[in-house]
């Protein structure tokens, strides 16, 4: 099986954060025996994330995303990544009373 990991975020683009994320995730799948080709680091744009999560499905069996999940305005992984699979994105009630109780 061949993985491969698309950070996002315009912060790492700059150099401002280090993507530990990457190299955490590449050592674990390497346990699991997933051969990882690639590694992506795309800013926090729809059109290049929505270019770059097709890319990565093209060539590779899995798929491991980290980024771009805050709050802000321009993090839009979940809006892009639903859009490229064609999927709608749903509210999961118990998840959202769950987060509601926490905060």
């Given at each position: 099986m ?21 190299a ?24 290049r ?55």
């Open positions: 061949t993985g491969e990991i698309l950070c996002v975020g315009t912060e790492l683009l700059l150099g401002d954060i280090i993507n530990t994320n990457a955490f995730l590449a050592r674990e799948l390497a346990a699991l025996g997933i051969s990882v080709y690639h590694q992506t680091v795309v800013g926090d744009n729809g059109n994330l929505c270019e770059a999560v097709k890319l990565a499905l093209s060539r590779s069996d899995l798929l491991v995303m980290t980024g771009g999940l805050g709050p802000t305005y321009d993090d839009l992984t979940k809006e892009t990544v639903a859009r490229v699979l064609g999927l709608p994105l749903e509210e999961h009630a118990d998840s959202l009373r769950r987060l509601r109780e926490y905060f």
